[in-house]
């Protein structure tokens, strides 16, 4: 059952890959192509993507035209116009600016050489995409309500002004605003001070002579027990020795392909500029894989209780553990040790590693304590 989990956490991926996270979890759902248009710089009339000319004043539609989404469109079902929709960007000649589909060699329009003209742009988010709707506007001549999709009124042929709603804006990839970009500068600037000035104080050095005043130290040992142990994971990572009592289904994690539990959550579809007066309509979806998270027990040593010495001399103890009869064992033990030494009127704290190093700070006894600039003790030392 486990075969779509074998493989590196998605994380690890998204590095090797170099792509965001996001973009590895998300798959693109490929949903079909639409016409797009295009607006005439001369005569402001809106032309179907594949056009080249304009229909209004018979001009050719300029390299810097951009297409635009229509306000509805329907997917293409033509497959000669899907095969050209397919084909790439298409090319503007050299010579005399004419668009001509990707793949010709000699333009159409001049027969000028294409080996050095220019791709148009593709990949560009032109609008979020909206299926005919069967709504309608009135045409402005002579009043016959015509379909969004449409561009000419069907009943007089006049050019139909561009719908409410339509969006030639990009959805995606808006410019960041400069104001974070300003207040991401001053904290940049702010916490590099901080950083100098704490780098500053933390190297500062200062000498100064203390008493010790007061010791303390714990030490503890840990009691544990065999017995039944209640846990909880996922299906799979559970040992060999365990007993499941219970499992359901539990959501794991977003992967880019569908798998045997998981539900899919796609965003809302938008169109891509192809570069040829076709758009992509694409959809980006994610898998919620759910699995069997489970509740099982297994028999293993835990802590059932903590043992504890402490004083305040110099003569350290380990406490007794008092195990009972059988099931019980000692685990980790632990020591720590606290010296006070009072210097200047102010008490400064300090922690021996060993019971070797604290068994030197008797009560009373003279010490040179090196103090950097955050208060912290970096050395102690026998006075001179
Ligand atoms: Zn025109
Ligand atoms: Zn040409
Ligand atoms: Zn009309």
């Given at each position: 059952m486990d075969f779509w989990r074998n493989r590196p956490p998605a994380a690890i991926l998204a590095l090797d890959s170099g792509l965001e996270e996001t973009d590895w979890i998300m798959a693109k759902k490929r949903l079909g192509y639409v016409k797009l248009i295009w607006t005439c710089p001369r005569c402001a009339t809106r032309n179907p993507?594949?056009?080249?000319?304009?229909?209004?004043?018979?001009a050719p539609q300029p390299e810097d035209v951009p297409f635009e989404q229509p306000a509805e469109a329907e997917l293409i079902k033509d497959s000669g116009e899907l095969a050209r929709a397919k084909a790439g960007p298409d090319i503007h000649c050299p010579y005399c600016g004419g668009r001509n589909p990707a793949g010709?060699?000699?333009?159409?329009?001049?027969?000028?050489?294409?080996?050095?003209g220019k791709a148009r742009q593709k990949g560009r988010v032109v609008g979020a995409y909206r299926a005919p709707s069967g709504a309608t506007r009135p045409c402005p001549a002579c009043g016959t309500p015509n379909p969004?999709?449409?561009?000419?009124?069907?009943?007089?042929?006049s050019a139909l002004p561009a719908a409410e709603g339509?969006?030639?804006?990009?959805?995606?990839g808006a410019p960041p605003a400069k104001t974070p970009l300003l207040i991401g500068g001053v904290a940049a600037v702010l916490c590099l001070v901080a950083v100098v000035v704490l780098g500053f104080l933390f190297f500062q050095r200062d000498e100064r002579s203390g008493i010790v005043e007061s010791v303390a130290w714990e030490r503890t040992i840990e009691i544990e027990r065999f017995g039944p142990v209640e846990h909880q994971d996922w299906q799979d990572e559970i040992p060999s020795n365990a007993s499941v009592s219970s499992c359901e289904l539990e959501y794991f994690e977003d992967q880019p392909e569908p798998a045997p539990v998981a539900t899919e959550v796609c965003g809302t579809p938008y169109t891509v500029d192809e570069g040829s007066g076709f758009g992509e309509v694409v959809q980006d979806c994610t898998y919620r894989v759910y699995e069997q998270m489970c509740r099982y027990t297994v028999e293993e040593w835990t802590v059932i209780d903590t043992r504890r010495a402490t004083g305040d001399d110099l003569n350290p103890e380990w406490p007794e553990?008092?195990?009972?009869?059988?099931?019980e064992r000692t685990g980790a033990e632990h020591e720590s040790y606290t010296v006070t030494l009072r210097s200047d009127g102010a008490a400064l704290s300090f922690a021996p590693s060993t019971a070797a190093e604290f068994a030197?700070?008797?009560?009373?006894s003279q010490w040179t304590v090196t103090v950097n600039g955050l208060g912290a003790i970096v050395a102690v030392e026998p006075a001179r």
């Open positions: 993507g594949p056009n080249k000319f304009c229909n209004g004043c018979g010709v060699k000699f333009c159409g329009a001049c027969g000028g050489d294409l080996a050095q969004l999709t449409s561009l000419k009124c069907s009943n007089c042929g339509a969006s030639p804006a990009a959805p995606a553990a008092r195990l009972a009869a059988n099931g030197a700070f008797a009560r009373g």
